[in-house]
């Protein structure tokens, strides 16, 4: 894994990107870059929770969308996602960072992923130095045999994958989107974000970590 290599490619894309030893630090950097009072919102993170930031949006200083309010009503819910759309602040980690500069994220329900591609006026991604892969192809092996796997166990989805550990496409073959049949598929939108037209927008913090999966 080339860290150096991938911060040059990330800033070259128009990524801003800052490599930090722990996950305290990626946590106040992540915080210094949301204004008080921003609308803030966030996509399903095991990162996120562990560096402490999703505890650290309820503070008060933020309008921060707590999707995971328990509170909330499943109408209510997604009303909060969809407000989501054009918050201030996205934050979310990546399924993938290439060396070459690119994120890449698989979703779902697959706000996430809208957000990230556009409406937000800032996105933070948070990602531990384990998420850094080659190159796409080892992104998408990445995703099928590490992040899928262990994000459908996590969530209880029954899938061939949460039960052998691997996607069932490197079983039976085929490519990038290929996978189960299973109503609960979390691999349903294919994203990958290369160059930004924005400059700056998207905002990449590496942890000299191993975060999520
Ligand atoms: S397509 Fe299905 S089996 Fe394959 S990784 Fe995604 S959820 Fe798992």
């Not at 933020?62 to 996602?81: G, Q, S, V």
């Not at 591609?117 to 933070?124: A, D, E, N, T």
């Not at 384990?130 to 969530?155: F, G, Q, S």
Request: glycine share 8%.
């Amino acid at each position: 894994m080339n860290i150096e290599k991938t911060i040059e490619n990330l800033k070259k894309n128009n990524m801003e990107t800052f490599l930090v030893k722990s996950r305290e630090e990626a946590r106040v950097l992540a915080l210094s870059m949301i204004p008080e009072g921003a609308v803030c919102a966030h996509g399903g993170s095991v990162t996120l929770n562990e560096c402490g930031i999703t505890e650290a949006l309820k503070c008060g200083k933020y309008t921060y969308l707590d999707r995971n309010n328990p509170a909330l009503t499943a109408e209510e819910k997604e009303e909060m996602m969809l407000r989501a759309q054009t918050c201030d602040v996205y934050l979310s980690s990546s399924n993938a960072i290439t060396e070459e500069g690119e994120l890449y994220n698989v979703d779902g329900n697959s706000n996430r992923v809208s957000n990230l591609l556009y409406g937000p006026k800032k996105v933070i991604f948070v990602a531990g130095v384990n998420k850094i892969v080659k190159d796409l192809d080892e992104a998408v092996v990445r995703v099928k045999t590490v992040a899928a796997p262990l994000n459908c166990k996590r969530l209880g989805c029954n899938t061939y994958c949460a039960k052998e550990g691997k996607c069932v496409s490197l079983v039976q073959g085929g490519n990038m989107p290929k996978g189960c049949n299973s109503d609960d598929r979390i691999c349903v939108n294919f994203t990958v974000m290369a160059r930004q037209r924005k400059k700056d927008r998207v905002k990449v913090i590496l942890v000299e970590e191993e975060l999520g999966y």
